[in-house]
């Protein structure tokens, strides 16, 4: 039997909750895809984390409780998933990266539903959210991808978890 995910389960470090989120079940609506790849972003002092520069309109959310949804659109036409993670005033977050059978960020969204409507909404409580079947898969790390932007330290960094 699936679990959903609680409160406690995003209330940690970003990297670990992106780690543990690979192989768990993204939910929306009646539909279901297993996500395979993830990147944490990890706050302030992350210089490909949106929070880099502080509390804008945009970011406002990245400093909610955990399990809190962030959603924005990339290039004027792709949505983008992200959850919020650890304590509240720290902006961090993953970015759902991929599932199974909906290889990239757009398409994950595009084939669940999901649009900015469900910015600010809850994974914990809400039409959004994600489960554990107890699925078990191995984990392997590599670059985080699309940050060219970011310092070349920050671009080096392992924090992209995929399943193997």
């Not at 609680?6 to 993204?26: Q, S």
């Not at 004027?76 to 909906?102: F, S, Y």
Request: glycine residues 10%.
């Amino acid at each position: 039997m699936a679990n959903k995910l609680d409160y406690d389960f995003y209330h940690r470090p970003c990297l670990e909750v992106a780690r543990d989120l690979v192989g768990k079940v993204l939910v929306h609506g009646d539909k279901r895809l297993r996500i395979s790849e993830t990147e944490g972003y990890c706050g302030e002092t992350d210089t490909a984390c949106h929070a880099h520069k502080g509390r804008t309109q945009r970011t406002e959310v990245m400093y909610k409780e955990a399990g809190t949804v962030y959603i924005y659109l990339c290039y004027g036409i792709h949505w983008l998933l992200n959850i919020v993670t650890g304590e509240e005033n720290e902006p961090e977050a993953v970015l759902i990266r991929a599932c199974v059978d909906a290889e990239g960020p757009g398409k994950l969204t595009k084939a669940l539903g999901i649009t900015g409507e469900l910015n600010r909404t809850s994974v914990c409580d809400g039409q959004l959210y994600i489960e554990d079947d107890g699925y078990q898969c191995e984990v392997v790390t590599d670059k985080r991808v699309g940050i060219a932007y970011a310092s070349q330290e920050d671009q080096d960094r392992l924090w992209r978890f995929k399943m193997k």
